[in-house]
């Protein structure tokens, strides 16, 4: 290929002439005229390309028919350029590409200007939803119940699925909106398309379009039509979706519909520690995460009676979990993922601690499984009175994972007080090995089991007992050998709950008790359809019937009102959206269990003897007769559901809604997502207007964004209250972000994926925080998320070159230049090279680093 | 006596032990920087890239891959053996050895993630073979390696930098392989695989090259930080000769670079054209030699708006690929009232 030399200096600003209309665009094409400066000006030269239509027969590249075809999706988007996609799309195009690579191609060129301007994430999206189309009508499916016939010829669609659309296929041909697909921001739909819509089983297209995707999720999940209706209403517009093992399995030949399973340990024997691993593959392989008590199974060094050997511990046992987990791909959509849970009595902690470190021995590293610590309050007191701490083998000490509260203090001081003990350490060393896996790995998540205990529904019996949480730290139900705990979950999108009074953004609380009421029907619902993968699981589900009713988007809701994520109304706020959640979702059981019937073990439930999640937070709600009025009903009709809120992660579920994640504070006002199918750019579009409106947003504040790391704190041009509200995770104190999870933890009878952000932590810091979050009465942590200590170099933005004039740090040292070396230092270089000396004799306490 | 007695400039000849006090705490500072960001082989996940190479890719993407994955496996040892040979003899000053000495490892470190990822992605012993003998049989890689080659014997005879030209013929080396081979061959090599990563596809391969990309992007600030402090103490080696000599070194690497790209897309890929790599290529050169402080010559624009995705924070779904963004050597006490 002929190379031709691009002149330096012949960029002129030419571009954007696509008139800024907003009902139209109309580029004016005028090839004499290149529009977007010098780079373009090589695609006109290349007119000789050509491209391959499906026919088989080439044709020349037409601009002007890309132009229209971008121009026709770019309606009412005021500040895309439709040409400037065409041509850099062609620009990119190579001799002979087929038509098709030409339509991706220019998708994925309007995707790639989202950071500049966050139009083009509608834009790629429409592009990519006018792509759907064409490829699910190229296989002569028009209408939604061709669709679901489609899905039976090919065995995809459950036959329960097809005959209710088949007779009602008109009413619900009617119901789909092909206007929603516009709510789509490009990374949601892309997410739908790559996988959550059905494919066809040889040629892997998509054999529906989004809409009618959502269409036979809401019809699986519903009795009637008007239901369906009602549903689909509330997913399409993105208001409230349910989560991804339901939007992957409804309407299917295999409806697994659950988010989560908790294992309770298995006994210490070999015949059910490796039914555990079979356990743990069937549940995976339907989308299932997986949670895994091993607190029952003896530590290293423990006599084996029948071989008279010594046991190797519970490390190999979790090595070959490791394997297995890697193993199960659910269905190519994603990866099996599995967190085991251990209390911190059990000799083997510490080997425990190590197992996702990245140096040692192989055969004692678990890279696919996640770690979680379930810690007993009595070790945090020992390690608040910096006491020490007796570790136990479990074949000697084998009742403790059965206790909580007073009864397993007694316990445990009993077995140390009878000489039990394995090994005895100082709290607060093990509990900096805690904090150290945290801070290296980020696992090892900190979940307390004394409070999951005594402020669950299920707990109100003797022998009734939470052993761990899930894979996500939000769900907290009661297992044993016969029962294996599952959890349904659905997201309320908090971003589509706004109304605007006056100009002024507020939530909207009618549509908030709406789309509660819903979704707990349909998690409901849920229960019922479920395919359960072992017995277990079954057995459990039918006499508890708990779901996870979450939220996501609230820190949408705090940019649209534009309040700082720490602002006590925005602490306010939040509470009390826990608290409307919590009252509408038990009022909706009440009343499905004055149609349906209570679940069977309501009677051995706290909620029936009138206790509420917030009694146990000692927290009195703010309008009490209406509690009571509750608290009476929940007593005389019982609950459908043992248990209803859960605040989940929301990973996939946001981005399909295009909304920041459950309770969490953004990560950056521009970051990428890494997902299975590409890295996407994600600016924050909520900045990018309030950037727009002080003319602020081009070149110079993007590659300024970018040089901070998606900071604003540095931009000096933004107001003050403004920097405050679109600070990130790395600059709201962590303080709040706790204080904030505890207010609504009282309204919240699961638990709540509480990620911890801290940029660059030292045990110190962590130390601290983990404590603090555990004295204001936090059930569960989450991920710690740290940042990298060195990073890539920007390549789309130039760094400040190194300033040549820094003067001779060994100056401060008493050093001496010798003779005829050019060490001058000035004055503030002398200042700065004290700061580095110090940093490195003293590098914990250094204030000129923090 | 408190006073110790260095050589007064990085760059003049020696041995030199002391490192109290320390002349260059920032070698020492990137030192540590570089420990904290250890990572190993065994962390990355291949097991969808096998799928996605068999399943997913053109004829022409694959072609692409392996060349790549070819060039990388040789690319790191050259720069290795550059560190040990010249780098590591000449620069003077015990952090800065420090540093390399760290440096080092991570360059093994790549060519033990290339061998792993040669091995899996070649299945074919022989076809294995003439992968890694690419330097010899493949020439637009030949061609890279020879422009290589001929900057490390350029001071291979150089035993001590004892006047100005030595000193210029050294700091020609070192611009060489930070600034055209590691900031430019890499550069170009890593926004290949940005681009099949933007489009979803080899997990394991971007994902290693994320961590090789951190590293390397170290490495190149060692150098130029290197490149700045010579500047510091001895301005005059940076006259006009040596700018012209820099220019005339970064146009060649471009076309090197082109000639490999001429090959690698060679079946065509939608997105990638050899006209943008080039202006990509430009955009990069432009940007080294105003890091080392010379006059840019291109001024083109960057035609790769998928690079931007590697210019901001990333955030791992874990369920779907494992988060990178973590510490090692992470230090300190327990206190239960450290502020947070």
């Known amino acids: 290929m002929n190379i031709d030399r691009i002149p330096s200096n012949g960029t002129s600003s030419l571009r954007s002439h696509v008139a800024p209309t907003h009902d139209s665009v109309r580029p004016s094409i005028t090839p004499s005229c290149p529009p977007d400066s010098e780079p373009e000006s090589g695609a006109f030269a290349s007119t000789s390309m050509r491209v391959t239509k499906r026919s088989g027969r080439t044709e020349p590249v037409n601009l002007d028919k890309i132009v229209r075809a971008v121009g026709r999706c770019a309606a009412g988007l005021a500040d895309v350029d439709a040409m400037r996609i065409a041509t850099r799309t062609i620009s990119g195009l190579y001799d002979g590409a087929t038509t098709s690579e030409l339509d991706r191609l220019s998708i994925q060129t309007a995707a790639a200007y989202i950071v500049e301007e966050p139009q083009y994430a509608k834009l790629a999206a429409r592009l990519l939803a006018t792509y759907i189309d064409k490829e699910v009508r190229g296989q002569e499916i028009q209408s939604f119940s061709q669709s679901i016939a489609a899905g039976q010829r090919l065995g995809l669609v459950a036959e329960r699925l097809s005959e209710f659309v088949a007779a009602n296929a008109r009413k619900l041909n009617d119901a789909i909106d092909p206007k929603r697909d516009r709510e789509f921001e490009y990374f949601g739909l892309r997410t739908v398309y790559d996988r959550y819509l059905l494919k066809h089983p040889e040629t892997r297209l998509v054999i529906e379009t989004p809409q009618q995707f959502f269409l036979r999720i809401a019809c699986a999940l519903s009795d009637t039509v008007s239901e369906a209706v009602e549903l689909y209403d509330l997913f399409s517009s993105l208001a409230y979706l349910p989560s991804s093992p339901t939007l992957f399995n409804a309407g299917t030949r295999h409806e697994q519909l659950s988010s989560c399973f908790l294992l309770d340990s298995p006994d210490d024997h070999l015949e059910t520690i490796y039914q555990r691993y079979a356990d743990v593959a069937m549940l995976s392989k339907f989308s299932g995460g997986i949670g895994l008590a091993y607190h029952r199974v003896r530590s290293r060094g423990s006599l084996i009676e029948s071989t008279n050997g010594h046991s190797n511990g519970i490390v190999p046992w979790l090595k070959t979990l490791d394997a297995s987990v890697a193993a199960v791909n659910q269905g190519g959509k994603r990866k099996g993922a599995c967190c085991v849970y251990l209390e911190p009595w059990h000799a083997d902690i510490e080997e425990f601690l190590e197992l996702r470190d990245n140096t040692g021995d192989e055969a004692s590293r678990t890279h696919n499984l996640n770690l979680a610590n379930w810690i007993p309050d009595l070790f945090m007191r020992r390690v608040e009175l910096d006491g020490e701490w007796s570790l136990f083998d479990p074949k000697i000490v084998p009742q403790l994972p059965d206790l909580f509260g007073e009864a397993f203090e007694a316990a445990y001081v009993d077995a140390e007080d009878r000489g039990l003990a394995h090994k005895k350490v100082k709290a607060r060393d093990l509990y900096a090995r805690m904090m150290r896996t945290l801070a290296q790995t980020g696992n090892g998540w900190m979940t307390f089991k004394d409070k999951s205990n005594k402020a669950c529904n299920q707990t109100a019996l003797p022998g009734r007992v939470v052993h761990l949480s899930n894979l996500c730290t939000e769900i907290l139900e009661v297992t044993s050998a016969g029962e294996t705990a599952v959890c349904n979950l659905g997201s309320i999108n908090l971003a589509r709950h706004v109304k605007t009074d006056g100009g002024r953004a507020e939530l909207d609380w009618d549509k908030l008790a709406r789309t509660v009421r819903v979704a707990v029907r349909q998690l409901d619902q849920v229960i019922d359809l479920n395919y359960y993968a072992i017995p277990s699981a079954r057995a459990s589900n039918e006499r508890w019937r708990p779901v996870g009713l979450g939220l996501m988007g609230l820190q949408d809701l705090f940019f649209q009102m534009r309040l700082p994520f720490d602002a006590p109304e925005a602490r306010e706020l939040s509470r009390r959206i826990s608290e409307e959640v919590y009252f509408h979702a038990l009022s909706t059981s009440v009343e499905l269990a004055a149609q349906k019937g209570a679940h069977p073990a309501f009677a051995e439930t706290r909620a029936a003897r009138g206790e509420l999640q917030f009694d146990a937070w000692g927290v009195v709600p703010a309008d009490a007769p209406r509690w009571d009025a509750l608290r009476r009903r929940v007593r005389e009709q019982g609950l459908r559901n043992s248990l209803i809120v859960a605040i989940a992660p929301t990973a996939t579920i946001a981005s399909i809604a295009g909304c920041y994640e459950c309770i969490e504070p953004q990560v950056s006002n521009l970051f990428k997502r890494e997902t299975l199918s590409g890295d996407f750019l994600q600016v924050n579009r909520y900045l990018v207007a309030e950037l727009k409106g002080l003319g602020l947003w081009n070149d110079a504040m993007r590659a300024r964004l970018k040089l901070a790391e998606g900071s604003v704190q540095s931009l000096e041009e933004l107001p003050a209250d403004l920097r405050a509200v679109y600070r990130t995770a790395w600059e709201i104190p962590m303080r709040s972000l706790i204080d904030m999870a505890a207010d609504r933890g009282a309204f919240i009878d699961q638990s709540q994926s509480l990620n911890l952000f801290i940029e660059n932590p030292n045990i110190g810091q962590l130390s601290s925080m983990y404590f603090y979050a555990w004295k204001r009465g936090l059930k569960t942590t989450y991920y710690l998320r740290s940042r990298p200590a060195t990073r890539i170099a920007k390549a789309t933005v130039e760094s400040p070159a190194p300033k040549p004039s820094e003067g001779d740090p060994r100056a401060a040292a008493g050093w001496t230049p010798a003779p005829g070396a050019a060490a001058e230092a000035s004055p503030t270089a002398t200042k700065d090279a004290a700061a580095v000396a110090c940093s490195l004799e003293n590098p914990e306490t250094c204030e000129a680093c923090q | ?340």
């Open chain 2, 1 to 340: 006596m408190s006073a110790v007695t260095r050589p007064s400039r990085l760059l003049d000849p020696g041995m030199c032990l002391t490192l109290r006090p320390m002349a260059y705490p920032k070698f020492f500072e990137m030192y540590r920087a570089g420990i904290k960001n250890t990572w190993t082989v065994e962390e990355i996940d291949f097991s969808t890239d096998l799928g996605d190479l068999r399943n997913k890719m053109t004829a022409a993407e694959r072609h692409l891959v392996q060349r790549l994955v070819a060039f990388f496996a040789t690319g790191d040892s050259i720069v290795a053996n550059n560190l040990v040979l010249n780098l590591y003899k000449h620069v003077n000053a015990p952090e800065a050895r420090m540093y390399l000495s760290r440096q080092l490892y991570e360059e093994a470190l790549h060519v033990q993630f290339y061998l792993t990822l040669l091995d899996t992605y070649v299945p074919d012993p022989e076809e294995r073979f003439r992968a890694f003998a690419a330097v010899e049989n493949i020439p637009s890689i030949k061609k890279k390696a020879e422009f290589c080659f001929r900057w490390i014997d350029a001071i291979g005879e150089l035993d001590a930098l004892d006047s100005c030209a030595k000193r210029r013929q050294f700091l020609l080396n070192l611009v060489c392989f930070a600034a055209c081979i590691e900031g430019l061959f890499f550069f170009a090599a890593f926004a290949y695989v940005y681009f099949l990563r933007s489009r979803g596809l080899l997990h394991g391969l971007a994902g290693g090259t994320n961590w090789v990309f951190r590293d390397e992007s170290a490495h190149m600030a060692f150098a130029f930080e290197v490149v700045a402090t010579v500047r510091r103490e001895e301005p005059d080696l940076f006259d006009a000769s040596f700018e012209e000599d820099v220019a005339r070194m970064m146009a060649e690497a471009i076309d090197c670079e082109t000639a490999f790209a001429e090959d690698l897309l060679a079946g065509g890929i939608a997105g990638l054209s050899v006209r943008d790599v080039r202006r990509y290529l430009e955009v990069v050169a432009d940007q080294r030699l105003a890091t080392l402080g010379l006059a840019k010559r291109y001024g083109s624009k960057n035609p790769f708006p998928f690079m931007d995705l590697q210019d901001v924070q990333e955030l791992a779904n874990f369920f779907e690929r494992r988060v990178s963004a973590y510490q090692v050597g992470v230090t300190g006490e327990v206190a239960l009232d450290a502020s947070f």
